[in-house]
Nanobody, 121 residues
Framework: QVQLVESGGGLVQAGGSLRLSCAAS????????MGWFRQAPGKEREFVAV????????DYADSVKGRFTISRDNVKNTVYLQMNSLKPEDTAVYIC??????????????WGQGTQVTVSS
């Protein structure tokens, strides 16, 4: 069992930066691949980024490549999402998840409650 709590969201101007954190509890955190997803109003939840349990493998949605960086600290049981050069279209609730590969996409086994990110133009 893994419990996830996100923080770090807020309101930022276009071009600005935010760093999201996801604190995990549960003894098996370090064994999980961790991911970030986001959901904008009226839209389906979409994949943003993923990081393997040692941090050696990362992947990103095309829409955030070169701007977002996912990382993790297994000592602190925390995964981060550094978001730079933010755009208004990045506005969404950002949700942390412990994930598994489902064959064609990442599937969340455990989910956080999400943190709101709003980017003003």
């Amino acid at each position: 069992q893994v419990q996830l709590v996100e923080s770090g969201g807020g309101l930022v101007q276009a071009g600005g930066s935010l760093r999201l954190s996801c604190a995990a509890s549960g003894r098996t955190f370090s064994s999980y691949t961790m991911g970030w997803f986001r959901q904008a109003p009226g839209k389906e939840r979409e994949f943003v980024a993923v990081c393997s349990w040692r941090g050696g493998y990362t992947d990103y949605a095309d829409s955030v490549k070169g701007r977002f960086t996912i990382s993790r600290d297994n000592v602190k049981n925390t995964v981060y999402l550094q978001m730079n050069s933010l755009k208004p279209e990045d506005t969404a609730v950002y949700i942390c998840a412990a994930v598994e590969w489902g064959g064609s996409s990442w599937r969340g086994d455990y989910w956080g409650q999400g943190t709101q990110v709003t980017v003003s133009s």
